[in-house]
């Protein structure tokens, strides 16, 4: 369904994210690389919520404090030192960082300031070992034309990456892992003008680029991250935080306008059904005797760890709760989620998507009559801990209330189709309060002048220059242009004699397509992607065994491409040998030579390629080939 947007009246801004590589952190000399390994140091904190500007708390903070929410902080010693860990005050600013932002600020016709001021802005989700998080202004008031069109950019700010969660609370403990705490960020934030799904991805798509241009990102999933502000009148402004591919943002904005059209014809349904605010009351029934004999595997396994199941009617919201509102998202997963997160219950049940799950028609029957459910309503059940099932309902309730009104004001997190899952209510305005630690950085006039007078060539231009340097066609040098090996691509080709249209296929379609494949490609690193085409260089390797040899590298880490060739038995064979192999396959074929002459060159090229499955060169095998033909040719 192609909708009409401008008629809609969309708008969407972006914040892009981008980790910089400047060989320390932002504000120590830790390494910024992450650790796989089990880690050296944790320690356990407790989350503390914050007041907003307003004086407010942010609400899901609050709630998650009074749970007594701890948090568990994992570290290792190459990767971060006291000032992560907040024992020790920070350094000062790494000026690497500054002027790589300064750098691409100038990209974008922004003005640098004349004083840097690093600030804390408070968060509230133990991300930070602080409580807050270190950010500055780097550079105001800019523009980019993406097509025809100017996008002006507000700002570009330089911050500190914030810690990783790794993995969902374990009871009351979340962790984060600190090694990304610290790593340098750069941040663009453009004016809420974009008027169109494609639009918004060409937007971020163009400032990937002009960052990728500085030449001091750090690539791989994970590195670029960007908040997708999104608002339809009549709709909410909804932020979708920390969506990690820049090819979803189309699809991600596309699916949250859907969302919140369909959110406005549900609140235009309750409408007409005639259902009121005072009507969705919180009247939670204890319903467990009634499924005491269930054949609900869900249900039996919390019965049998003595929880309850605490059911309630939603007055005329039947056939609502099914209601699709993007792919795979309706108003039931919704509520669900908020049972989820307020309830920390698994999930929920409710009566549009029942009998389901071993649940009978008869206990459905039983269920309605104990709520006192009409024909209309909706039943909704959880089965959890008394005060678990409590709050889980009691988010199911805010949800449906909120559904009168049309869209509600939260944050979203991406899911790797392009929708999206409910996160956490929208936070008030972050409080920002200088960071007294670090003093004012001044940039002078002549050092901006100097940074202006040596900028990275733009991506149009470097477009340009890959077609006509490297020979490349136009969609091949687009790819190039951008992917995160656009200057690896260059270093490669110049260091290697391998065809730039080859090596680039490599770093675009096939890596895609290994990824696809669920590869962890993010894991060659350059050294080896070099070696790789230096053995195709040597004849060491073809050309068709590269995906092979990409696809060993990625999944045996720290290993040599030497290895990968042994160990996928591709160790090219000597010309010596091949020439052997290639007499014996035309002493065989003599009769047909002799019949087809230069003609039976393409059937033979065939029968050799075959039989060195991938481990020989073709053009060289073409050569040896011809050679040998033309010898039988001139022998008769
Ligand atoms: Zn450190």
């Known amino acids: 369904m192609e909708l009409d947007y401008d008629k809609i009246g969309l708008k969407v801004g972006l914040e892009i994210h981008q980790q910089l590589n400047t060989g320390t952190k932002l504000f120590c000399d830790c390494k910024p690389a992450l650790f796989k390994e089990e880690p050296e140091i944790t320690f356990l904190r407790r989350l503390r919520p914050t007041q907003s500007e307003l004086g407010q708390i942010d609400p899901a903070a609050f709630f998650e404090f009074q749970k007594g929410v701890k948090i568990l902080y994992e570290a290792d010693s190459k990767s971060s030192c006291l000032v992560e860990m907040d024992e020790e005050p920070p350094h000062t600013i790494n000026l690497d960082a500054v002027k790589t932002v300064i750098t691409a600020a100038l990209m974008m016709n922004a003005k640098p300031v004349s004083e840097i001021h690093v600030m804390r802005k408070t968060v509230i989700d133990g991300s930070n070992t602080t409580g807050f998080q270190r950010t500055c202004a780097i550079a105001l008031d800019g523009q980019i034309k993406v097509g025809e069109k100017i ?52 937007v971020a798509l163009t400032i990937g680029r002009i960052l990728r241009a500085t030449g001091k990102v750090i690539r791989g999933l994970g590195s670029i991250r960007q908040d997708v502000n999104i608002s339809i009148p009549n709709g909410a402004l909804i932020e979708i935080k920390g969506l990690q591919e820049l090819e979803l943002v189309s699809l991600v904005v596309e699916y949250e306008v859907q969302r919140q059209l369909k959110l406005i014809e549900i609140r235009e349904e309750l409408k007409k059904r005639n259902v009121k605010e005072e009507q969705i009351e919180e009247r939670f029934l204890d319903v467990t005797t009634i499924f005491e004999k269930t054949t609900c595997k869900v249900i039996q396994k919390a019965l049998e760890k003595k929880k309850q199941v605490l059911a309630a009617k939603l007055i005329k919201f039947k056939g609502l709760l099914s209601f699709e509102l993007s792919p795979q998202l309706r108003l039931g997963t919704e509520m669900a989620d908020r049972a989820r997160f307020w309830g920390r219950v698994g999930g929920l049940f409710h009566t549009d998507e029942l009998p389901a799950y071993g649940i009978t028609e008869q206990e459905i029957e039983e269920l309605r009559k104990e709520v006192g459910a009409e024909k209309d309503d909706a039943v909704v059940f959880v089965a959890d801990t008394p005060e678990n099932t409590q709050d889980a309902l009691k988010a199911v309730f805010e949800r449906a209330r909120e559904s009168l009104k049309g869209v509600p004001q939260e944050t979203r997190a991406p899911n790797p189709d392009g929708t999206t899952k409910y996160m956490r209510p929208r936070p008030g305005a972050a409080r920002m309060y200088p960071e007294t630690d670090i003093p004012p950085l001044q940039i002078t006039k002549d050092e901006i002048e100097n940074i202006r007078s040596h900028l990275p060539e733009l991506p149009e231009q470097k477009l340009d ?29 110049k260091e290697s004699n391998v065809s730039p249209t080859i090596v680039a296929a490599l770093m675009t379609e096939t890596v895609k397509a290994l990824q696809r494949d669920s590869v962890p490609v993010e894991n060659i690193t350059d050294n080896q992607l070099r070696d790789m085409f230096k053995f195709v260089s040597e004849g060491k390797l073809t050309k068709e065994a590269l995906p092979d040899v990409v696809t060993w590298l990625c999944k045996n880490e720290d290993k040599t491409v030497r290895e990968a060739t042994e160990a996928l038995g591709l160790r090219s064979i000597s010309t010596g040998d091949l020439e052997k192999s290639i007499a014996q396959i035309v002493e065989k074929n003599r009769d047909l030579i002799k019949k087809r002459g230069d003609e039976s060159f393409g059937a033979l090229m065939g029968i050799v390629m075959s039989d060195m499955r991938g481990k020989v060169n073709a053009e060289i095998v073409s050569k040896i080939l011809r050679e040998k033909i033309k010898e039988l040719a001139s022998q008769e």
């Open 151 to 202: 996008i002006p950019i507000q700002h570009a700010s330089l911050e500190e990456d914030a810690a990783r969660k790794t993995g969902e609370k374990e009871g009351n403990v979340i962790k984060y892992r600190i090694d990304r705490l610290g790593i340098p960020l750069i941040e663009v934030a453009t004016g809420p003008v974009i008027k169109t799904p494609k639009e918004a991805e060409e």
């Open 465 to 493: 220059r890959l077609r006509k340097e490297y020979k490349l066609n136009e969609k091949l040098a687009r790819q190039i242009l951008n992917s995160e090996y656009s200057e690896l691509f260059e270093v490669i080709v």
